[in-house]
């Protein structure tokens, strides 16, 4: 089955206790991106990577970190969580077509709390 | 930068009653539109998507929208809405800012339907 997948799907920590949050993607999907979503915020772009070690900032990059070392997984590294990135993280993917991503499949999100 | 406006924040509605929900977007050049939806406690799904060809897309579940170039907008349609249509209902522009494509969504619709 299609799908992307992350893990944990709920995590509570403290304040400055580095956390990674894993995705993984079976449709060999060259983009991958992570979004955070608050309420009537809608979703705002985090990291995205174009393709194996090609990673680039969206829109709130701050305090978080990501890596591409294969093409099927894309982790969100928070170095030292603060309370204000409390919040639902989804992961996603899509094929590029010129350049572009097309559909994206979403992950089943991630509910973070950090204390 | 591009940027994506839904005008409704919160909409209610009775079963059987029309739907439309607004959707314009800040930006000049080519464009792929989407409309995706999250159903209570589940991950974003696609709704419909327009590409190019004819501007009025027909999505699932008896969802369409129309591209109307010349007013920058999206707008999502159903004739006659469902109870199990309620869900949050975000809108996306994948254009071209600061020399890649970063997909932009809205800050999403609730929409509720009373049985």
């Known amino acids: 089955e299609a799908q992307v997948t992350q893990n944990p799907r709920y995590l509570i920590t403290v304040t400055g206790k580095k956390l990674t949050v894993t995705c993984s993607q079976n449709?060999?999907?060259?983009?991958m991106s992570w979004y955070r979503q608050d309420p009537g915020l809608g979703l705002r772009q985090i990291y995205y990577?174009?393709?194996?070690?090609?990673?680039d900032k969206g829109d709130v990059p701050e305090g978080y970190k990501v890596s591409r070392k294969e093409k099927r997984n894309f982790p969100l590294i928070l170095e030292s969580p603060s309370p204000n990135q409390t919040s639902l993280y989804f992961c996603?993917?899509?094929?590029?077509?010129?350049?572009?991503?097309?559909?994206?499949?979403f992950g089943p999100g991630t509910r973070l709390l950090v204390l | 930068a591009q940027s994506v406006s839904q005008h409704n924040h919160h909409v209610i509605l009775s079963e059987a009653a029309s739907l439309e929900l607004g959707c314009n977007y800040s930006y000049g050049g080519t464009v792929n539109l989407f409309w995706y939806v999250q159903y209570p406690g589940q991950h974003l799904q696609l709704l419909l998507k327009y590409f190019s060809g004819d501007p009025l897309v027909k999505g699932i579940k008896g969802f369409e929208a129309e591209f109307i170039k010349s007013k920058f907008s999206f707008n999502l349609r159903k004739p006659s809405v469902q109870w199990s249509d309620t869900a949050e209902y975000f809108c996306a522009v994948n254009g071209l800012s600061g020399g890649s494509y970063i997909p932009t969504f809205g800050r999403g619709t609730s929409l509720i339907v009373h049985p």
């Open positions: 449709m060999n999907h060259e983009y």
């Open positions: 990577s174009m393709n194996v070690e090609v990673t």
């Open positions: 996603a993917s899509s094929l590029l077509a010129s350049g572009r991503p097309g559909t994206q499949y």
